[in-house]
């Protein structure tokens, strides 16, 4: 498993990328915003499918539909976060080792999963700036 520092300097990477992409493409038109909706769009759907098969390597309900995948996480994640508020003076170290590993796995999600929401994001901005640039183009 992927460290948690190191997710979380994914997500601080992946952020700042897609800052530097919109600013970018504030300055650009036309054809070289399309080309930047592309790419943004392309390594999204590289980082979703990259997603969509870690759930199925591990067993976890694997939905294409994203209310059921947001409906199951934030169940799995309730469930965490009172096992762990409930249980968390336990001496039984194989449980502590398993409920520090669901803590794990459970961020690991959640930056994943914040890692598309800013794909999406990148891309929604890059579209708005795109028809904003060909509403201002039809005065």
């Known amino acids: 498993?992927?460290?948690i520092s190191e997710k979380v300097q994914e997500l601080k990477d992946h952020a700042e990328?897609?800052?530097?992409?919109?600013?970018?493409?504030?300055?650009?038109?036309?054809?070289?915003?399309?080309?930047?909706?592309?790419?943004a769009k392309?390594?999204?759907?590289?980082?979703?499918?990259?997603?969509?098969?870690?759930?199925?390597?591990?067993k976890a309900a694997?939905?294409?539909?994203?209310e059921t995948l947001q409906m199951e996480h934030n169940k799995r994640v309730e469930k965490i976060?009172?096992?762990?508020?409930?249980?968390?003076?336990?001496h039984d170290?194989?449980?502590a080792n398993r409920r520090a590993d669901d803590a794990?796995?459970?961020?690991?999600?959640?930056?994943?999963?914040?890692?598309m929401a800013i794909d999406d994001a990148e891309i929604a901005t890059l579209e708005a700036i795109d028809a904003r640039s060909y509403a201002e183009s039809l005065n």
């Open 42 to 58: 392309a390594e999204a759907k590289v980082r979703q499918d990259k997603f969509k098969a870690n759930v199925v390597a591990r």
């Open 93 to 95: 170290l194989k449980v």
């Open 81 to 90: 976060k009172n096992t762990i508020a409930a249980k968390k003076d336990t």
């Open 62 to 66: 694997a939905a294409s539909d994203w």
């Open 17 to 39: 990328h897609a800052e530097k992409e919109i600013a970018a493409a504030q300055k650009e038109t036309g054809k070289k915003v399309d080309a930047a909706i592309n790419s």
């Open 1 to 3: 498993m992927t460290k």
């Open 104 to 115: 794990e796995g459970y961020a690991s999600a959640s930056i994943d999963y914040a890692l």
